[in-house]
């Protein structure tokens, strides 16, 4: 038995869910994504959980600010300006809300992410 207010972290815990980038924001390789989400807040605003996606190149653009520890793979994420970084297993990093560019899995990823995105805006 668990605390109330924990919540346990594992493939178990989860429902897989399988689905593919958008048509508009895809620019080459496999749209097919999955995600285990692990806990959403009951406002919706803040989710952990597991990411796994193949080698392929999109368009993003960050409403949301997501923490991300990459577990296996290596992606290489560039914003607008053309300025890019490649990550890979161990590593550790934010992409904040605002960011727009390309996120591009290399090869075969798999990530821990936490998303936060206030549904409400600050006054």
């Known amino acids: 038995m668990t605390p109330k ?10 429902e897989r869910t399988d689905y593919d ?11 097919r994504q999955s995600t285990l989400n692990m806990f959403s807040d009951p406002g919706n605003e803040f989710h952990c959980g597991i990411w796994e996606g193949a080698p392929a190149l999109w368009r993003v653009s960050y409403s949301e600010n997501e923490f991300c520890h990459i577990l296996q793979g290596r992606i290489r ?3 607008e300006s ?4 490649t990550v890979g297993p161990g590593d550790n990093f934010v992409i904040a809300s605002g960011f727009k ?10 990530k821990i992410y936490v998303i936060f ?3 409400t805006p600050l006054t």
């Open 82 to 85: 053309g300025i890019g970084i």
């Open 101 to 110: 560019g390309t996120w591009e899995t290399l090869e075969a990823a798999k």
């Open 5 to 14: 207010h924990f919540h346990v972290f594992s493939d178990q815990a989860a």
């Open 21 to 31: 980038v958008a048509d508009e924001k895809m620019i080459c390789g496999e749209s």
């Open 77 to 79: 994420i560039t914003d």
């Open 117 to 119: 995105e206030r549904s």
